[in-house]
């Protein structure tokens, strides 16, 4: 905008909180990580030589942990996909991956909601995956902890139970592609920046879910992120 010239409306800031502080993480860009967990490779029966790759939700896919979710539109196969997320406070193109993790801000823990019957319906007309990934409430996130809280996670389990029933069961150490390895590679095809979330991949387990149901995700040391069922309603 130059100067003299005026907003006709204003849209929403995307914003998650920091966790232990009053303070909010503003965010660029959703990027997520496929197939970064040999066994989430191996029950889709996909090519387990093949490098994982990325594509992208829109930022207002974001919603805050424990926000009322509604179950989406076009879908009869909506399914979970628990994921580490990582939070970036600089950036940049072709970052060295022993730099890499000098540009994390924190983490957090987030949900990759897909609609499955899109997404594989889409590939298989070879178009786009965005219907299937990049919709409205796809991307639920906790409070981003600090590295220097958490550190920086590369083990520990990473959990989902749906119902109570433990549902995807893995661990940070299974990521075929770390996390420094993933902003390195991520950083050759686009210029990453503060702001930018990267959601790194699940374990295996995905699986549909029911209206009603409820699940918790854990990874030790982040926030638990909850999706409670008298926050499930019909679209
Ligand atoms: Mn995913």
Redesign the pocket.
């Known amino acids: 905008m130059s100067a003299g010239q005026s907003k006709v409306f204003s849209i929403p800031e995307i914003t998650l909180p920091i966790a232990g502080s009053g303070q909010v993480f503003p965010v660029r860009r959703v990027y ?3 197939r970064n967990y040999l066994e989430h490779i191996r029950e889709f029966g996909n090519d387990e030589r093949e490098p994982p790759f990325f594509f992208a939700k829109h930022r207002d896919c974001i919603v805050q942990n424990g926000t009322a979710l509604r179950y989406p539109s076009l879908t009869s196969n909506y399914q979970h ?1 628990l ?1 580490l997320v990582v939070a970036m406070k600089s950036g940049g193109e072709n970052i060295a991956k022993e730099d890499a993790l000098g540009h994390v801000f924190g983490y957090g823990l987030g949900l ?1 909601m ?1 609609r499955r019957d899109l997404q594989m319906a889409s590939r298989k007309k070879e178009q786009p995956w965005e219907i299937g990934k990049s919709f409205d409430q796809s991307a639920p996130c906790t409070a981003i902890v600090p590295a220097e809280t958490c550190g920086h996670l590369s083990k520990g389990k990473i959990q989902l139970h749906v119902n109570g029933a433990l549902k995807q069961d893995g661990d940070l150490a299974q990521m075929i592609w770390n996390v420094a390895e993933t902003i390195a590679a991520l950083s050759t095809q686009v210029g990453l920046a503060a702001g930018d979330l990267i ?1 790194t ?2 374990p295996a387990g995905v699986a549909a879910c029911k209206k009603g149901d409820t699940l918790v995700g854990r990874v030790e040391g982040l926030p638990e992120l909850k999706r409670s069922e008298e926050h499930t309603s019909e679209l």
Request: hydrophobic fraction near 20%.
């Open positions: 997520c990580v496929g996909e994921e990759d897909t959601f991949g699940t």
